[in-house]
């Protein structure tokens, strides 16, 4: 029997990615952020700050893409950008105590939703799925990986 598109792993991944993706926008939304913005925030050491070099491959994605972002973030006064004194290149993004109360919302909302995923399925399930998530995220780096050879 021939598996319909909506069948496919990759689909599936996407459409799922695409509802949680929607429910965590309206949530940011009302808190006058983005997912992107939320997701950048978590990923920002609170005390120390963090490169964006760091920050980018947490969110996949090259740290060349994060400029507007981060601009974005600057603009809301949500984080602030401080060059190293040793080398001005290196910039280090920390966040401000408006940021840093919008990551302690984003931070909220994330477990929330994780708390109820693992009420309705239940610890092992949840293992079950992080074991099966990494092992497609492996073979998808290993083919693309080869792919660039």
């Known amino acids: 029997m021939k598996k319909i598109h909506t069948e496919t792993v990759d689909s599936k991944l996407k459409t799922a990615w695409q509802v949680v993706s929607r429910m965590y926008n309206a949530e940011a939304a009302m808190h006058g952020g983005t997912i992107a913005m939320s997701h950048f925030l978590l990923n920002i050491d609170s005390r120390e700050g963090s490169y964006a070099s ?18 974005s973030m600057e603009e809301k006064k949500l984080i602030k950008r401080i060059p190293e004194k040793a080398d001005k290149r290196k910039i280090k993004i920390v966040l401000t105590a408006k940021g ?50």
């Open 54 to 71: 760091e920050i980018a491959p947490r969110l996949g994605m090259e740290s060349t893409s994060l400029s507007r972002i981060i601009l």
């Open 100 to 149: 840093r109360e919008k990551k302690e919302i984003a931070k909220s909302i994330v477990r929330e939703f994780n708390f109820k995923v693992e009420k309705t399925l239940g610890r092992e399930s949840i293992n079950e799925f992080f074991a099966t998530i990494d092992k497609i995220t492996r073979l998808a780096e290993e083919k693309s990986q080869h792919l660039k050879k």
